[in-house]
């Protein structure tokens, strides 16, 4: 269960009245000489994943947003930025979570996204349309820049979706030359390699992040549940914009960090979304939170 920050923080001050450890991080672990970890950005209030053909549910479900953060020496990398101010009341509180946990603005070295959806892209700019980390690179699959930036997306969308292109090439455009992009394979950062995850959005990228005998695997929105897409991770689903190739990879990619015990970041799961995806006797996948 997800926990609005405001109230988590509320919690925190009264774990330190009580003398307990007060942190503002959700989840963390160490990869090597790095830090993993996660920070909230809020919720969203959404449907719960719903098979393609099924009747649609429209009872909210509340879907955790963690941030991913690797910190390792001087470099601060933060994957996804958030909803910031413009999306849902209940997201958009990625910076107050990061100075919570000791992060100003100005540390964050690296920006990679994993696509441009509002709850991962959004949160790029300040109140001056100003990049919201002011030293960092900025970086995004030059696939998914090109399809939020192409006229012919807009008009393609379902209406109630025709913002998120608009928006998203609006971000675009500003950030302007402080957006780079890259192709699949490339190594983004130190150690940090570009996976191609297609299918959510047309230019989805996971990051796999390598540090001496250590992997973990930022999965950005490969996964966005554990009852229906971690579970049944085959199982074509409404709001993917391709449904048959987001379950190819989605089973892909949960066979692959099964077998390889690799850690994942999940940005919706729920506990932070730090864990490992493990498989029961049956060979059905769960997620086991680190
Ligand atoms: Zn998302």
Not at 73 to 82: A, E
Not at 88 to 102: R, Y
Not at 109 to 136: I, K, N, Q, S, Y
């Amino acid at each position: 269960m997800s926990i609005p920050r405001r109230r988590f923080l509320q919690g925190c001050i009264g774990a330190a009245v009580c003398g307990m450890p007060v942190t503002p991080v959700w989840a963390r672990t160490t990869l090597g000489s790095a830090e993993l970890m996660t920070v909230s950005d809020g919720h969203l209030r959404v449907p719960a994943p719903t098979p393609v053909g099924a009747a649609l549910d429209s009872t909210p479900t509340e879907r955790p947003c963690n941030i991913t953060v690797l910190r390792d020496g001087d470099r601060t990398v933060v994957f996804d930025v958030g909803a910031g101010p413009n999306f849902v009341s209940s997201a958009g509180e990625l910076v107050a979570a990061l100075e919570d946990a000791g992060i100003a603005p100005a540390d964050v070295t690296d920006v990679l996204f994993t696509h441009a959806h509002p709850d991962h892209f959004w949160g790029v700019l300040d109140d001056f349309d100003e990049p919201v980390f002011p030293e960092a690179r900025y970086l995004m699959h030059a696939a998914e820049r090109d399809y939020w930036i192409h006229p012919d997306t807009l008009p393609a969308l379902p209406e109630n979706r025709q913002v998120f292109a608009s928006a998203a090439s609006r971000l675009v455009t500003a950030l302007d030359d402080r957006l780079e992009v890259f192709n699949a394979g490339d190594e983004v950062a130190p150690g940090i390699e570009a996976l191609a995850t297609p299918g959510h959005t047309p230019g989805h990228c996971s990051f796999v992040i390598h540090r001496e005998q250590s992997s973990a695997v930022v999965l950005g929105d490969v996964v966005v549940d554990e009852a229906v897409s971690f579970a049944q991770p085959g199982q074509p689903l409404q709001g993917d914009f391709d449904p048959a190739l987001a379950a190819d990879t989605r089973a892909n990619l949960l066979t692959r960090l099964a077998a390889e015990r690799s850690v994942l970041s999940g940005f919706h799961l729920t506990r932070g979304g730090l864990g490992y995806a493990a498989r029961d006797s049956a060979g059905r996948f769960h997620f086991e939170p680190a």
